[in-house]
């Protein structure tokens, strides 16, 4: 059986689904005999950006830098896989969006010329076409293990779109705006991360990302309406969904 | 100049060696990750979300990060903690801890030792070795799992305390499969010491670690150094020096006197190692190690002893464990004095220093982390070992070596404090 090619790269982010990537590969060593790696600097000394079955991209696009590799790395990858929340939303970064960099940042550096970031925090696909997306603060670990597997055995990924509040659903999690009326991001949050914090007892803080194919403007105004009854200010859920949704929000917002 | 991009690291940098006549002048250690400005975008949060948020800083200690950042607003608004969940809290962190010092060792920094250059050829020729160091990892993921809910970005810490207290079963699970773990780690533990070639020349170090009450440190008062030097947390940052180079995307920090100082698990080991167990005294023994450690390739030894000496506490606390429901102490409405914490993250101290605004949402803050203080001592020890040596690749090797001794987390390193951020006011 031909290895599946992989290349492994970090953008601007905490590393944390980096070791989603390696997790997969302990849950399931076997893949380490169908999949070589040639670029994975946090765990090799020699790293080239060849060409390769899949590109697995953690972080997102700050600078013209990022976006130079990002587009070699496409030209030279058959399938892109954009992994966890920066790079398929932007991530806490996004934060920053909107401040005049040059007045504010940069003005505590004594060399400005050598800190290179943009003023806007860019989504993996606002920069190239990509394949898969997995997002998740950090990714689901079962979730890109499933994928690699998939990829070695030669099929793909069926993405599923549902919101958080079906997984509570169907684990019989109370839900935490009916029985402790506090705010939960669940109902416009993509799934995937087993309903973490409505199990803990506390409401979802949407780390995997607004479900755009759910929501859209109206509905984010009912929502907001609905959380702010619940004590959530309009500017915290914005804060909330800017952190880590900033792509999608601003393509509901340019939407008109 | 010759140059090496550091691999085997969490992060991007670089390690520069500039040459004069073909000799090695003089090195910098460049952090060239680009900045996410956390300092910044906590600005205005209220108080209770900037946890979940500073977790975000590192994808492997984002527990400390939660945890100082709660513990500093818990200081400042007279929180109360519950005795049982700060347990559980110290619980989570101590996981944490042999994570990160497990994924270090085995997967980072044993290659090292081995000649090796990567995960795939240790796959090959150590599979046994890999497969336990993968057990110990495995295992400290279900621990998190259980306690915080997930690997990193845990959701079970809040100002106050925590959110659930873990299903007594799914604890006692834990608890059963610890002696299989322990055995898995002495294993390891075993191999790596029993290679012998970890060196022990002196380098000239200088150590710092918080000042904890009478167990092996996690969270404490403040900071102490070699020569006993104390500062209570809230006096952290005039009691060390700043420094801001150009050619680096992070302060850096020494001492009082100027000199670049360690922190970490070498700096913990050598100021605390009297409190270690006596199982992990006797067993760092077996292999001559009984005095302080003086070379920073012997950082292995220190996360060594910490992994056995946090597996022991871990089987301490899950013995203990009681299932409780959770009290929701809830904070003062009003700020008195400061909003300052230092804690032991994996790689060293963490501080953590905020200013509230009226409706409880952040002013300014500014957060000084392990890999930022052992910056400057990086670089000391690179030219003890290399001035005046032939500026090759080989020199970089070794550069980029006692670099990853260090352990170093560079994506949270680059904290580059906003103009307007920084002073109390």
Not at chain 1, 128 to 147: H, K, Q, T
Not at chain 2, 94 to 100: D, W
Not at chain 2, 112 to 130: P, Q
Not at chain 2, 287 to 302: D, E, F, R, T
Request: aromatic share 8%; hydrophobic share 40%; net charge neutral.
């Amino acid at each position: 059986m031909r290895k599946l090619r992989v290349a492994v790269f970090k953008l601007t982010s905490c590393s944390g689904c980096l070791n989603e990537v390696i997790y997969s590969m302990m849950v399931h060593p076997e893949l380490l005999r169908y999949v070589s790696i040639s670029y994975f600097t946090e765990l090799q000394d020699l790293n080239a950006v060849e060409e390769v079955d899949v590109a697995i991209v953690e972080g997102s696009v700050v600078n013209s830098e990022q976006e130079e590799l990002v587009r070699l790395v496409r030209e030279r990858a058959k399938l892109v896989a954009a992994l966890g929340t920066c790079a398929v939303f932007g991530g806490v970064q996004s934060l920053r969006v909107g401040e005049d960099l040059r007045t504010t940042v940069l003005a505590s550096y004594p060399n400005p010329d050598f800190i290179r970031v943009s003023p806007d925090v860019k989504s993996l696909d606002s920069v190239v076409r990509v394949d898969y997306r997995l997002p998740g603060c950090p990714v689901n670990g079962e979730s890109l293990a499933r994928l690699l597997v998939k990829l070695v055995l030669g099929g793909t990924e069926t993405p599923i779109h549902e919101s958080l509040c079906s997984e509570c659903k169907r684990k019989g999690i109370p839900c935490v705006v009916v029985l402790r009326k506090e705010p939960c991001l669940g109902p416009v949050t993509v799934a995937d991360c087993g309903a973490l914090c409505p199990s803990f007892g506390r409401g979802c803080y949407g780390c995997h990302g607004l479900n755009a194919l759910v929501v859209d403007k109206g509905r984010l105004e009912e929502f907001s309406r609905v959380v702010e009854r619940l004590g959530m200010s309009r500017d915290d859920l914005r804060a909330l969904l800017k952190a880590f949704s900033h792509a999608s929000l601003s393509r509901l917002s340019s939407a008109g | 100049m010759l140059s090496g991009l550091l691999t085997r690291v969490e992060g991007e940098g670089q390690v520069v060696l500039k040459s004069a006549g073909g000799k090695v002048a003089g090195v910098e250690v460049r952090i060239t990750e680009a900045p996410r400005f956390f300092e910044y975008i906590v600005g205005g949060r209220r108080y209770s979300e900037v946890p979940d948020l500073t977790s975000r800083i590192c994808g492997l200690c984002g527990v400390s990060y939660m945890l100082t950042a709660a513990k500093a607003f818990e200081k400042c608004l007279s929180v109360e903690v519950p005795e049982d969940e700060e347990r559980l809290r110290l619980a989570i962190l101590a996981a944490e801890r042999v994570k990160s010092h497990a994924i270090h060792v085995v997967y980072l920094h044993l290659p090292d030792f081995l000649e090796l250059g990567s995960l795939s050829e240790l796959a090959e020729s150590y599979s046994h070795i890999l497969r336990r160091g993968m057990e110990i990892a495995l295992w400290a993921r279900k621990a998190m799992e259980v306690m915080g809910g997930r690997f990193h970005n845990v959701v079970n810490v809040r100002v106050g305390g925590v959110y659930s207290f873990p299903e007594a079963s799914k604890v006692a699970k834990l608890r059963q499969e610890l002696p299989r773990v322990l055995e898995g780690f002495l294993d390891v533990a075993r191999f790596v010491m029993g290679l012998g070639n970890i060196p022990g020349e002196a380098h000239r170090l200088r150590y710092m670690a918080v000042r904890d009450g009478d167990t092996y440190p996690w969270v404490g008062s403040g900071v102490i150094t070699d020569d006993g030097s104390y500062a209570g947390a809230d006096a952290f940052e005039s009691f060390v020096l700043t420094e801001q180079v150009g050619y680096s995307n992070a302060l850096r920090y020494r001492l009082p006197t100027g000199e670049p100082y360690v922190v970490g698990p070498l700096a913990r080991y050598n100021l605390y190692s009297g409190r270690l167990r006596r199982e992990v005294r006797k067993f760092l023994e077996e292999y001559g190690y009984g005095g302080p450690l003086k070379n920073v390739y012997q950082s292995v030894v220190a996360r060594i002893a910490e992994i056995y000496q946090t597996l022991l506490e871990l089987q301490e606390f899950f013995d203990e464990y009681r299932e409780k429901s959770v009290a929701r102490a809830e904070p003062a409405s009003a700020v008195r004095g400061p909003c300052v914490a230092v804690t032991e993250a994996p790689r060293g101290i963490l501080y953590h220093r905020y200013a509230l605004d009226g409706e409880l949402r952040v002013r300014s803050c500014n957060i000084i982390t392990p890999t930022a203080q052992n910056l400057a001592s990086m670089e000391e020890v690179i030219m003890s070992g290399l001035t005046g040596v032939d500026a090759d690749a080989r020199a970089v090797e070794v550069a980029k070596g006692i670099v990853r001794s260090y352990d170093p987390c560079i994506s949270c390193s680059v904290h580059v404090v906003p103009a307007g951020c920084t002073p109390d006011a």
